[in-house]
């Protein structure tokens, strides 16, 4: 989670304030107790480094397992060397969590969480009777004095991790999480470890270190293998629900929204591409974002094989993953400077390369191995349901255009029309305009110049009213050489001007014809009209039937008959 600048600015002033005072004030209250065991001493901060090395992150956090050395520690050589311990351990684990330098301000905060857990522990320990390093076997009343302290430093520990979230965070969910659950049970698992050591330590010396160190390792290793094997089970369960989800959507471009939002869910990614194979020559991007925004992908030139890291990817088709920039830096043609970690994964289909997915964070050391293998998964996932929908996409077209001129066809406008009727109905709409468009005299070209220039004509057309019309209405090709724009809240005066608008264009912008019949082969211009019938509802016509017929017989009586060439109006 983001924390304000500021807040970071107050953890650092109350550190400052708070932790060398306060340390210094136990060193005077609560002298050390270390003279003439300088081996011990280093041996159990050996100890305590090893342990503190070894931490289980679980949802993000990382739940140490240091509660029982601290507990032996602090009972043998007191409050001060365990205070000084306890921070030792905060800079072991933050190094091996390699955080990042906008997270650097958890150095403080731990620091500071870890010192009021210990002082506090500690002079409760203290003020009811207490003692440290003396011998407590056998002495019942400091044994409980010892659990007691055990317990409350656990407690404090929570409720601290609890506000630090709530306040610092911001993070609003329950006490009672998963985490409390992972942070009672390796309490119960590990402080009788702490009492076993203080026992060992006064009968066997340093052994103890041995006798108990093994033990504590083997359950170390057992619990993060435990750990790791949940969450890659965790994963592979999103990875199938993610597998479904993608499958259900039937464009293409909901298929790549949906993919990179649940990669971006799943890994900590600052920037996310996309790259299509082009004619198994070059790599294309088509998907490109950067700090959670969909960008242009116009100024990234297309990658060859073997060009940096993205055609690196491609020539090897295998998973390839770097941890810092240094190690990718003179590969990457696409990336932004300040990328450390990068992912990239050939995605495959029928055992082709179809394209590339690469992703990057600022953070170095982003991904972990069980996240690599549910990336490589999630690709299959992606490759099956981006072809399903370029399939589903195409006899889409392939039943709502035209073939020819690859403006919608009467099916789908007809659909259309049905709908616009049911938004007039129901008020979404004022107006409903139709224009009819046929062009004058065409069988004459065709007999003239052949039915392919014919087609030539149809072709150019169709452009030409996509253009015109634009966002404005809809364009379809009704049949033959006739064609209808669906003009949603024009009134028959605006559709009027429109359908003239539309009657210059093709009468004033004569069509080259390149294959037509005659043999020289020379380029010819043919000048084309139309006529033009025009109606609107509602009130010309109260259904879709009505709207066509009436619109069809301003075209042939008020146009056509006319003389052609011309714009008519349905008039009752």
Known sequence: MEVKPRVKRMIYIVWILLVPAGMWLTYRAYP???????????????????VASMPMVINNTPVFLIQWISLATFLIFGLFVEIVFAQIAIIVVLMKLRLTKDALFRYPLNFIMFFLVSLISGVVYYALGGKTGETLIGNSHFMWLAILYALLAYLLNQIIISLNQYYIYKIKGSFFGKDLVWETVTMIITFPLGFVLYMLYRQVGLFSLLFVGIPFASLSIILNLYYSSEKINEYLQTAAEIGHQLAEHLYVDDVLNLFIQKLGEMLPVDYAYILNVVEHKELQVVRRIENGKVMPNEDIPRLKMNEGFSGTVWKREKLTFYKTKEE??????????????????????????????????????AYEKPQLMIVDILCSHYAVAVENARHYEETKMFSERCALTNLYNYRYFDKMLAEEFEKLHHFERRKLSLIILDLDHFKNVNDTYGHQSG???????????????????????????????????YQKKEAFQFAELIRQMVANHPFTLKQHIDEEKIQVYVTVTA???????PEDADDSLALIRHADRALYVGAKRAGRNRVAEYTK
Do not use: C, M
């Open 531 to 537: 006529s033009i019938g025009i109606a609107t509802a």
């Open 328 to 365: 990718w830096r003179k590969l990457s043609t696409i990336l932004p400077f300040d990328a450390e970690s990068v992912l990239g994964v050939p995605i495959v289909r029928s055992n082709d390369v179809v394209g590339i997915l690469v992703l990057a964070s600022k953070r170095k050391r």
């Open 32 to 50: 050390p107790q270390i003279t003439g065991h300088w081996a011990e001493l280093f041996a159990f901060l050996v100890l305590y480094s090893i």
């Open 455 to 489: 087609n030539e004509i149809l072709q150019v057309l169709a452009n030409r009213l996509e253009e015109v019309v634009g966002n404005k209405g809809t364009v379809a090709r009704y049949g033959g050489e006739e064609f209808v724009v669906l003009l949603p809240n």
